[in-house]
């Protein structure tokens, strides 16, 4: 196909930060107002750009928190190295701006008629789009079976986690902590492998649908691992983001 | 750094005016086809280039250039935006 060169569509606009929580001691839940907002799906993404007074300017893409139909929130986790997310998570006040273009992305999402059953798999904070997931499924009182297998380095790592042992009972919400357990920890230890999978996967026999999301070799590791247990290609999506 | 599809939704959308992350590419060189999604992307240098995540071809080649996007998609042999799952 040929190439061409093509004029940048004007698609930013201005959020304004309503609240910002905290949720681990790195990670902290931003919510926006977002007056042109057109609505998101469970999964989507955004991107942010930050401009400095001198005109540099930076851009992020960051996972959506909230459910359909619920005002947007992003969850960023600080990177100590990072550029933008000190800034989010250690400086950012209700009533600052920054501007967002967004929703993205049609692939990595699920709705309540895309059926299931679910197999959730996320690494650190790919929690994120996961966790509007379940949440979208909880909202929209969707009866499609769920489990979520989630990933942390620890228990004080773990994002979200009053909610997510709310979704306990009506979906399978399970932790495995990889650098430190707290005592009489029942959950899993180390990094997500084969005989995890075996006591948490659904059978390939039942088609089940897999969003992984994490760091790029979390989710490689995982998705070949489905591949392995016979999950088509087509029904494990994936979603990888950089930082460590 | 090492990332997928979803990460150059914004771009994309920017460029082709639509969602292209659920769009189905196929690979000029080997024939695979799959999601825009789920390709293998490179932000770092100095554009983004989208390989082929089954034989590492190149796919497409964005750069920005004084506020324009150059698009090359010569590794493609299609690109449909809205593909029949």
Redesign the interface.
């Known amino acids: 196909?040929?190439?061409?060169?093509?004029?940048?569509?004007l698609?930013w606009q201005v959020a304004t930060v309503t609240a910002v929580t905290a949720e681990t001691g790195s990670v902290r839940t931003i919510a926006l107002d977002l007056p042109g907002w057109p609505g998101h799906r469970a999964g989507q993404?955004?991107?942010v750009r930050l401009t400095a007074a001198d005109g540099y300017s930076a851009?992020r893409?960051y996972s959506i928190a909230s459910a359909d139909g619920e005002p947007v929130t992003i969850t960023v986790e600080r990177l100590d190295d990072g550029e933008v997310s000190p800034y989010l998570t250690q400086e950012l006040r209700p009533g600052d701006q920054m501007e967002v273009?967004?929703p993205?992305?049609?692939?990595?999402t699920w709705g309540p008629h895309d059926g299931g059953p679910l197999l959730l798999i996320a690494g650190g904070s790919g929690v994120v789009p996961v966790r509007a997931i379940l949440r979208h499924r909880q909202r929209s009182g969707s009866n499609v079976p769920a489990r979520l297998l989630y990933s942390a380095r620890s228990l004080a790592d773990v994002i979200y986690r009053d909610e997510l042992d709310q979704y306990q009972g009506s979906a399978e919400v399970r932790y495995t902590l990889t650098r430190s357990q707290p005592p009489g920890w029942g959950g899993f230890s180390g990094r997500v492998d084969d005989a995890m999978l075996a006591r948490i996967a659904w059978p390939a026999s039942q088609h089940p649908l897999a969003f992984i999301c994490g760091p790029?070799p979390f989710?490689e590791a995982v998705a070949e691992l489905l591949v392995a247990r016979h999950y088509l290609?087509?029904r494990v999506?994936?979603?990888?983001?950089?930082g460590a | 750094m090492t990332l997928d599809g979803n990460a150059i939704g914004g771009l994309l959308l920017e460029i082709f005016g639509r969602d292209m992350t659920n769009a189905e590419a196929s690979c000029a060189a080997c024939g695979a086809v799959g999601p825009v999604a789920e390709t293998t992307v490179y932000v770092r240098g100095p554009g983004t280039v989208v390989r082929c995540r089954r034989c590492t071809s190149v796919l497409m080649v964005i750069a920005q250039v004084r506020g324009m996007n150059c698009v090359d998609l010569s590794g493609l042999a299609a690109l449909e935006a809205n593909p029949r799952r």
């Open positions: 196909m040929a190439g061409t060169a093509v004029r940048g569509r698609t993404h955004l991107d851009e893409s273009r967004g993205i992305g049609n692939w990595f790029t989710v290609a087509g999506k994936t979603e990888r983001f950089g």
